[in-house]
């Protein structure tokens, strides 16, 4: 499917928010029990709300409606999630040429938009933004979607809390501040009012941490708490950088939670997980690429409640088979090149998430790695780092799949942003969750009732407005995917292109010719 295939957002919808609409003909999803409701029922929405849904069975007093709208017996879903994005992280390839970035940096802009409007057309309704080094690119965005000047989900902002000199926390050189410049990722003093990033002093005690949570919420408008922890410093690739304590870690996390806010953590290795896990994040995200985890530290994840976002489109991004790497010959790595060559290529998504503009740039860093032309603006030779990350295609998958198997609740996301993954790309995403989890044809371990349920109501819980969002239960708002096709049984149903959306209960897409008529 090329990216210029129009979806057709609606900008006017009749009826008023005062307004009882009965949604009917449609088979309806109970995400959390893997099933559909009984059917011949409707669904009624007011203010933005659902009123009632399907198996309603003790209803105070029949619902008259004002409108009702035929589903055409389309299969209807909750709004879909991102919990792991990068809404301004724009550049269409890893491997920048200066041409490229300028050429980037040109339609900026016009990618951005249709990154935006491809998660409404893929059902994609909510995402949560991992960081932004500037919160006042996201605000105007966020203000430009409320006022339905551009199509667009709601996206729930990340702060980053963080001890000085770690991960996300160096302060850049004169070199390096060149380079995010020209990358188009600019950055701004942490103690900025309007930084993504909010740095604690290296020996702060347990107020001044809680301190710094409250900071980050009251002064920066934070509705997520990150913790980029990682002691691989990306410039060096030498394991120099600081992490918190854990008694820093620990109170950060009860802050957040005091706030209503969850907090998740960059964690890539085993010591990450562990530390996480014991300090009581709310989510793991990506995953431990550096050795195996036991099955002690499978319990513990469960016994602590925490979910894992496990991001499998970075190593679709990031993990090759170099020489000289033990990863090149694991055979998750053979299964992801076959996945790149054949299944989802660099090309496919170019022409399905990137503006004709942009295209050429990704389908060209796909030629940059096979071949093993790694250059940065065409000066720094990337090869060294990109050997670090080959282990995701074997520690990291593995880690997975015994995660997966052993009950972790998982949610979705794909750190889109991260070239060539764009937030709207969902189906991407559980496309590799089968990659990995079906591989043996024998033992089928991942359906489709579980990528719905992963994309629905876990990630709900992975963002915390699980009593919101995520599933179709009376009282939630109103976000509605309809699509062709059973997604229970057939994951590639979730996170295709949407027949029609409804969000807070208003019709925004409508590619399938929806008649919204009065009541009789």
């Not at 290296?202 to 934070?222: C, F, K, L, N, Y």
């Not at 740039?361 to 080959?390: C, H, N, P, Q």
């Not at 009732?449 to 599933?471: H, Y």
Request: glycine fraction near 8%; include cysteine.
């Amino acid at each position: 499917m090329r990216a210029d295939i129009k979806t057709n957002f609606i900008k006017d919808y009749q009826p008023g928010p005062d307004a009882v609409v009965e949604l009917y003909n449609g088979k309806f999803t109970d995400v959390i029990n893997g099933a559909y409701f009984p059917g011949g029922g409707s669904i009624f929405i007011k203010g933005g709300k659902i009123l009632t849904t399907p198996e309603a069975v003790n209803e105070p007093e029949k619902i008259n409606p004002d409108f009702q709208v035929d589903l055409q017996g389309k299969t209807v879903m909750p709004g879909l999630f991102n919990t792991h994005c990068h809404v301004q992280m724009l550049m269409p390839t890893l491997l920048p040429s200066w041409q490229e970035t300028r050429i980037a940096k040109r339609y900026r802009q016009m990618q951005l938009d249709k990154n935006m409007s491809d998660c409404l057309s893929h059902g994609v309704t909510y995402i949560r933004d991992a960081m932004s080094d500037d919160l006042r690119l996201n605000r105007i965005l966020k203000k430009r979607i409320d006022n339905r000047e551009q199509p667009g989900p709601r996206i729930l902002q990340s702060v980053i809390v963080t001890q000085p000199d770690g991960y996300f926390s160096q302060k850049y050189g004169l070199v390096m501040r060149i380079m995010r410049a020209v990358l188009g990722m600019p950055t701004l003093d942490f103690d900025d009012k309007e930084s993504g990033i909010l740095v604690f002093p290296v020996d702060a005690d347990e107020r001044t941490v809680r301190d710094a949570v409250d900071r980050a919420v009251d002064e920066r408008g934070a509705e997520a708490i990150k913790v980029p922890e990682q002691r691989m410093n990306l410039s060096s690739l030498k394991d120099d950088l600081s992490i918190m304590t854990m008694g820093q870690l620990e109170a950060l996390t009860d802050q957040a939670r005091k706030r209503g806010l969850q907090s998740t953590i960059h964690q890539v290795t085993v010591e990450t997980f562990q530390r996480g896990v014991a300090g009581r994040v709310s989510s793991l995200a990506h995953m431990a690429r550096d050795r195996n985890l036991s099955n002690e530290d499978t319990a513990a994840l469960i016994d602590a409640d925490c979910i894992v976002e496990p991001t499998l489109s970075v190593g679709y991004d990031v993990a090759w088979p170099l020489d000289g790497v033990p990863a090149a010959d694991h055979p998750d790595m053979k299964r992801l090149c076959e996945f790149r060559d054949h299944a989802f290529s660099f090309a496919d998504l170019a022409d399905r998430f990137y503006i004709p503009e942009l295209r050429e740039s990704v389908r060209r860093s796909y030629e940059y790695f096979i071949t093993g032309r790694m250059k940065l603006l065409g000066l720094i030779d990337m090869t060294r780092m990109m050997k670090l990350y080959a282990s995701v295609a074997s520690y990291g998958v593995e880690n997975f799949r015994k995660l997966f198997e052993g009950g972790a609740r998982m949610a979705l996301a794909n750190d889109g942003g991260i070239s060539p993954c764009t937030p709207a790309m969902m189906g991407h995403e559980l496309a590799l969750f089968d990659l990995f989890l079906n591989h043996d044809p024998e033992r089928r371990v991942f359906s489709g009732a579980a990528a719905l349920k992963i994309a629905t109501i876990n990630s709900a819980c992975s963002m915390g407005v699980q009593d919101r969002f995520g599933s179709l239960e009376a009282g939630k708002v109103a976000d509605l995917v309809l699509v062709e096709g059973d997604p229970l049984a057939d994951f590639h149903v979730v996170g295709s292109r949407a027949a029609a959306v409804f969000m807070d209960g208003r019709l925004v897409v409508d590619n399938c010719g929806l008649e919204i008529r009065p009541a009789a």
